[in-house]
C-alpha cells in the first residue's frame, strides 16, 4: 500500500532563516505530488505540483520554491523566511494517470515565523 | 475563474442525527470530479466522498452520500447516524478535466458533533 511521510511535524523558525520541508512517498511510482499551505480558519491553497523529476509548476508568487530530486521526494524550500510564510503546510500525491485519482495527504507541518 | 464555495463556516449536530454540509461551486467545465475531504483535529485530511460529475448516480459510501445537482452547481454532503468522531473540518474540493490534476478547495465548515 502507498504511504506519504512528511517532516518535520512541527517547526519554529526565526525570520530570515532558511527552510527545508520535505516529503516522500512510498508504494507507487511517478505519483503527482503537491504542497498546499493552510493558513489559519482558511482552506488550502495550492502552491506548487510536479507531475514528474524536475518538472515543478508554481502556482502563487511567494517567497518558496519546491523541487522534486527523486520520483517520490518533493521539497519545499526558502531562503529567508517570512513572517507571513507561518501556517500549516500540507503535502499530497495523487496517481499520474486520470483527473478522477483523488489526493493523499500527508500529516502536515506545523511552521511558525518568531 | 473556478472556485468552490462552503456557505457555512460552522455547523453542529446532535449524536445519531443527520446532517447536510452545503457546497456550490463555479467552472466552465462540462466535465470534473468533485471530492469531500474530512480534517480532524489531527489535522490530516482524509478523503470521504468523491463524485464523477457525468454520472448522475449520487455517490454514498457507508453514512456519507452526496447531493449532487450539476445544473445548479451543488454538491451538498450528507452524514447520517453522526458520530463523535465525525467532529472535524469538511472540505469540499473539485478537479476540472482540462489542465493538470489541481484541487481547487473550499474554505471549510467547521462540523462540532455533541454526545
Known amino acids: 500500500s502507498q504511504t506519504i511521510h512528511q517532516w518535520p511535524a512541527t517547526l519554529v523558525q526565526p525570520v530570515g532563516s532558511p527552510l527545508s520541508l520535505e516529503c516522500t512517498v512510498e508504494?507507487?511510482?511517478?505519483?503527482?505530488l503537491y504542497w498546499y499551505r493552510q493558513a489559519a480558519g482558511r482552506g488550502l491553497q495550492l502552491l506548487f505540483y510536479?507531475?514528474?523529476?524536475?518538472?515543478i509548476s508554481s502556482e502563487v508568487p511567494q517567497n518558496l520554491s519546491a523541487s522534486r530530486p527523486q520520483d517520490r521526494q518533493f521539497i519545499l524550500s526558502s531562503k529567508k523566511l517570512l513572517l507571513s510564510d507561518s501556517g500549516f503546510y500540507l503535502c499530497?500525491?495523487?496517481?499520474?494517470?486520470?483527473?478522477?485519482?483523488?489526493?493523499?495527504f500527508g500529516d502536515g507541518t506545523r511552521l511558525s515565523i518568531l | 475563474a473556478q472556485t468552490v464555495t462552503q456557505s457555512q463556516p460552522e455547523m453542529s449536530v446532535q449524536e445519531a442525527e443527520t446532517v447536510t454540509l452545503s457546497c456550490t461551486y463555479d467552472?466552465?467545465?462540462?466535465?470534473?470530479?468533485l471530492f469531500w475531504y474530512k480534517q480532524p483535529p489531527s489535522r490530516q485530511m482524509i478523503l470521504v466522498i468523491r463524485?464523477?460529475?457525468?454520472?448522475?448516480q449520487n455517490a454514498t459510501e457507508n453514512r456519507f452520500s452526496v447531493n449532487f445537482q450539476k445544473a445548479a452547481k451543488s454538491f451538498s454532503l450528507k452524514i447520517s447516524d453522526s458520530q463523535l468522531g465525525d467532529t472535524a473540518m469538511y472540505f469540499c474540493?473539485?478537479?476540472?478535466?482540462?489542465?493538470?490534476?489541481?484541487?481547487?478547495f473550499g474554505k471549510g465548515t467547521k462540523l462540532t458533533v455533541n454526545p
Open positions: 467552472t466552465s467545465e462540462n466535465n470534473y470530479y
Open positions: 508504494g507507487t511510482s511517478n505519483p503527482n
Open positions: 499530497a500525491w495523487s496517481l499520474g494517470s486520470g483527473r478522477n485519482q483523488p489526493q493523499h
Open positions: 474540493a473539485f478537479t476540472p478535466q482540462g489542465g493538470s490534476e489541481k484541487l481547487v
Open positions: 510536479s507531475v514528474g523529476i524536475g518538472q
Open positions: 463524485q464523477e460529475a457525468y454520472k448522475q
